[in-house]
């Protein structure tokens, strides 16, 4: 799916043909996916099937699909046909940026610096055998990532350049950037005492091999 996802993407052109069927599309095989990704974290919850393998490689595959998609969409593809300052309403050029989508370059920076950040907490906690689940801003923060690229393709799809539309897509990606900052903050915050750890063999001696 994910694949698919990518594929069609890739091939969106603006002003080539079939533009806005690319995106539509881009949208439903996005949606698909996630909803496919909860349905396998709800089935392996009920049969109790979770494993550390499970807690480690379905976040990765869902960082590849949330951080792949931001990076896409942060490209040339999706620069700005006219000056921020004709946007329909006058949407402040500082909220949307040169690019259509509204992402910005450094908000891709930020994303996968959060994810790699997490990641390695979640792998160093698992070696230690302790789990590292999920926090409630986690997965609000992944709410809020999916919101903000499907609003994306569903505005470049469907939906006119309007002030509102313009507002809400540039809205979404901000919020959406905030929540990836703030849940990383809780997430190191969590993971303190796995930092503080020290190991209880005492320290080598001056002159011994290290």
């Known amino acids: 799916m ?3 996802f990518f594929g069609v993407l890739g091939a969106y052109q603006p002003g080539g043909m079939c533009e806005h069927a690319l995106l539509g599309t881009a949208f439903v095989l996005y949606v698909l996916a996630g ?15 979770v494993s550390a393998f499970g807690r480690i490689a379905d976040p990765i595959v869902d960082k590849v699909l949330v951080v792949g998609a931001f990076a896409m969409l942060a490209g040339p593809d999706f620069v700005l046909r006219v ?6 309403g006058g949407v402040p050029p500082w909220l949307v940026g040169q690019m259509a989508s509204a992402v910005r370059p ?13 990641s390695a907490l979640r792998g160093f ?13 986690g997965k609000l923060k992944m709410f809020s990532q999916s919101i903000a690229i499907g609003a994306i393709l569903f505005t470049g799809a469907w939906l006119p350049e309007t002030a509102w539309n313009w507002w809400v897509l540039a809205l979404s990606v901000w919020a959406c950037v905030l929540m990836t900052v ?7 915050y969590h993971a303190r ?9 005492p ?8």
């Open 203 to 210: 320290p080598p001696r001056a002159g011994e091999d290290t």
């Open 83 to 88: 000056p921020p300052e004709q946007i329909p």
């Open 35 to 49: 909803l496919s990704d909860i349905l396998d974290g709800y089935l392996a919850r009920s049969r109790n099937e």
């Open 2 to 4: 994910s694949a698919a």
């Open 106 to 118: 450094w908000m891709v920076v930020v994303i996968l610096a959060r994810e790699f950040i997490v």
């Open 125 to 137: 906690s698992e070696t230690m055998g302790k789990p590292f689940p999920a926090t409630p801003l």
């Open 182 to 188: 703030l849940s990383g903050v809780v997430y190191v």
């Open 193 to 201: 005492h796995l930092l503080a750890d020290r190991d209880d063999e």
